[in-house]
């Protein structure tokens, strides 16, 4: 298993990754995105700004690095910057399939992408993701899983993913959505030939949405590696949005409230890689004293206070505008 590198390192920030999302497109579903990117966004101002990231997040311990083919040119800009950097072979790389970017680098196109979960996509995609990462590729998840996606019961998919996974890549499942929980149970449950396919899964969690949790606890009992994404609720447990009680840990702490936030994901057992979505390297620097903050039961408590029913959290987030 490619994740048991990380086991290896000494950094405090080993389980902590960058996951490209909010840097690979002009056009995401973060808050504050006119503060956090230049006004030109243009691929050179984007390709930039994300080698920067990766430049502090390799000088500061991160190794996962987490991209999607529809994360704009996300694959390309971690290629050009590994292609750039052969002394970071200790990386652990992984990308998502089942997506396909539409938005033409534009802010107001009508949709920004597309999901399709058929074998004919992975196959697509998959041969766009090896011209630009080759062998570097550790991880393929499948992009979104919801317990109706076609993902989970094509055994001819499951067969050519088995056949991926035999010549070295870990495949997994990211998920999304109020049924993360069943989706996964589901995902837990496909084999090939007797043998689980699915090695990782990357799920939402955080202080508001936790409906995953027991789910994610049994993932990881049965040997899966767990990725945390959206810690920070899409910017919504940072900035101008934090909720007082992370505001008043986060004081008390002399940290972020970044830091808080992403603290109470590493805290649970099952976490194996908690993924930052910095778009900054002053939001990088922050979120990686996530390792700092003691979270006792007593401010456990208070952080439970936030979480809202799964229906509500992804309602919302469904509202945000791309920006």
Request: glycine share 8%; charged share 20%; no cysteine.
């Amino acid at each position: 298993m490619p994740f048991a590198r990380l086991s290896e390192a000494t950094t405090p920030t080993a389980h902590i990754g960058l996951g490209l999302a909010a840097v690979g497109r002009p056009g995401y579903i973060n808050l504050h995105r006119d503060r956090d990117l230049p006004q030109d966004r243009s691929p050179d101002a984007l390709r930039d700004r994300t080698h920067e990231l990766l430049d502090a997040a390799y000088a500061q311990g991160v190794r996962y690095f987490d991209a999607a083919r529809s994360y704009g040119r996300a694959e390309e800009f971690l290629a050009g910057w590994l292609a750039a950097h052969p002394e970071a072979d200790d990386v652990v790389v992984g990308s998502k399939w089942g997506y396909t970017y539409t938005a033409d680098w534009g802010l107001d196109a009508e949709t920004h992408e597309v999901k399709d979960h058929s074998l004919a996509a992975f196959e697509r995609q998959r041969a766009e993701t090896a011209a630009l990462l080759g062998d570097r590729l550790d991880l393929y998840q499948i992009h979104s899983v919801t317990p109706d996606s076609p993902a989970l019961t094509d055994k001819e998919l499951h067969a050519r993913l088995a056949e991926l996974a035999a010549q070295g890549v870990s495949v997994g499942i990211s998920t999304s959505g109020p049924a993360q929980a069943e989706a996964i149970l589901a995902a837990l449950a496909v084999t090939v030939d007797g043998a689980p396919l699915f090695r990782t899964v990357q799920a939402t969690y955080n202080a508001l949405e936790t409906s995953a949790g027991p789910a994610l606890a049994e993932a990881h009992a049965a040997g899966l590696t767990v990725i945390v994404k959206e810690g920070m609720a899409n910017g919504r447990l940072a900035g101008d949005q934090v909720p007082a009680v992370v505001r008043e840990i986060a004081d008390e702490e002399g940290l972020g409230a970044d830091a808080v936030a992403l603290a109470l994901v590493l805290h649970q057992p099952w976490a194996g890689v908690v993924l930052s979505g910095a778009a900054t390297v002053a939001q990088l620097s922050g979120n990686l004293h996530a390792a700092v903050p003691v979270l006792d039961e007593e401010r456990r408590a208070r952080l439970e206070a936030l979480v809202e029913e799964p229906e509500a959290y992804w309602r919302h987030r469904a509202s945000l505008p791309w920006s």
